[in-house]
């Protein structure tokens, strides 16, 4: 006999909202259980988010539209700069991040209680809200934007001036791609060339806009610093999260969620991939328990006793 399909999907969302309301408390007890890897010598953290297909703001009844989930790592590497562990944290669709946000910073404390001597990289792309969060709430002043994100900048930045799919785009960005990722200068040099190409185009607003990035965001492109230090600079490892932990299951054909629904999934989803379900799952186990009675064991009056207790 099979199972049915409605079972599955009860059974997911009850031990899902199961664990959401209970979640902080649950979070607290993984974290303080936690061990830093012994060799661990640098700690990352970052965040990003996905749009993910909903049904919770609607016109009409059979209208759909996307809003942003968000996935967020709290990463280990050791003195080589190999990655060891990664904590992975997804909420499905919440006002600027900030469930995730307060999950990331309680791992980031808690990690660096355990050990304050990590080295703490704050990865992100250029999103500015991203930036506020962690330059303001999260330990440490080692902060790198995602070094392909600034490649795509580049690349646009150029394409404005000589044009898409130009030859002479796409030597400039080789070469300045290059200086950005090597050279300890790289982010001056990229933005005093992009500043030399908006004078000779002023009304260009891609090429303005451009330039704009790379003056607000230089100070976080230390790149030929950090791969020196053997510490990362892409943010791949969150992206592959929101790949994973959210495209991979819930933007499926067909699909559409709303926001519990997404997030039993995404919740039971990110304590497999971070290595702790069976441990997340005992901490649910525990929650559901109740006694069971056996009536044919017991009198009638120790029943009733058993009732009134």
Known sequence: MGVCSSSLDYLMKSVGNSWESNREDF??????????????????????????????IRVLPSDSRYEEASCGTVSFFNAAGE????????RSPVHKKVTLKRQL?????????????????????????????LETQIKGDRNIIDFYHASEHLKAGLDAYFGENNSES?????????????NKQGATEVLRYLEELSRKKPKNKTLAEQV???????????????????????????????????TQRLKLSGMHWDYEG????????AANQSNWFESAFELIRDKQKSNVIRLRKISRGNYEALRAA
């Open 83 to 90: 990655r060891i562990s990664t904590i992975q944290y997804a």
């Open 170 to 182: 796409a030597t400039a960005h080789a070469v300045y791609r290059r200086k950005l990722k090597n």
């Open 27 to 56: 979070e607290l007890k993984l974290l303080n259980d936690f061990k830093v890897p012994e060799q661990a010598t640098s700690i990352a953290v970052s965040l990003d988010g996905v749009l993910i297909p909903t049904r919770c």
């Open 212 to 246: 704009t990035y790379f003056s607000r965001n230089k100070d976080k492109m230390a790149y030929s610093q950090a791969k020196a230090d053997r510490l990362p600079i892409g943010s791949g490892i969150v992206e592959a999260a929101c790949k994973t932990l959210v």
């Open 105 to 133: 910073k309680q791992a980031m404390d808690i990690m660096l209680k355990q050990n304050p001597a990590l080295n703490v990289i704050k990865l992100a792309d250029g999103a500015q809200d991203n930036w506020t969060f």
């Open 262 to 269: 997404a997030q039993s999934v995404l919740s039971l989803r």
